[in-house]
């Protein structure tokens, strides 16, 4: 009886990992013993970073609309209170897309939020 040499699969394993470790420096990308501990390392901090890049995104957004809703005489959070007591849902990616690139449409926005709140408040 022949023995089984686990040739076709286990190369195939191991060219599939091999495969994610280009463009590696030195032995990480050809060396498949040190590539399996820095792809694994690599394939979770891609996992954490796609929940990161959210979070640095929402905090990118809320100080641009801070800034802009300042430069028109109101505070981030009584904008955002205005607009949904208002009734305006615009998320916080448009709204700082607009007080980036739409100066007037904002300051109409502002406009409506100040309307909204009660006059102690701005």
Do not use: Q
């Not at 599939?16 to 463009?23: D, H, R, S, V």
């Not at 607009?83 to 449409?105: F, N, Q």
Request: glycine letters at 6%; charged letters at 35%; a positive charge.
């Amino acid at each position: 009886m022949a023995r089984a040499k686990r040739g076709f699969k286990a190369r195939r394993r191991r060219k599939k990992l091999l495969a994610l470790a280009t463009g590696f420096r030195g032995t990480r990308k050809n060396c498949y013993g040190t590539a399996v501990h820095v792809v694994r390392r690599a394939l979770k901090f891609s996992y954490r970073d796609r929940r990161v890049k959210k979070r640095e995104f929402r905090s990118l957004w809320i100080i641009r609309i801070n800034a802009a809703a300042r430069a028109a005489g109101m505070k981030y959070s009584e904008l955002m209170h205005g607009l949904r007591l208002k009734g305006i849902e615009l998320d916080r990616s448009v709204l700082a897309d607009m007080a980036l690139l739409d100066e007037p449409a904002f300051a109409a926005l502002v406009k409506e939020a100040k309307s909204a709140l009660p006059a102690a408040a701005h």
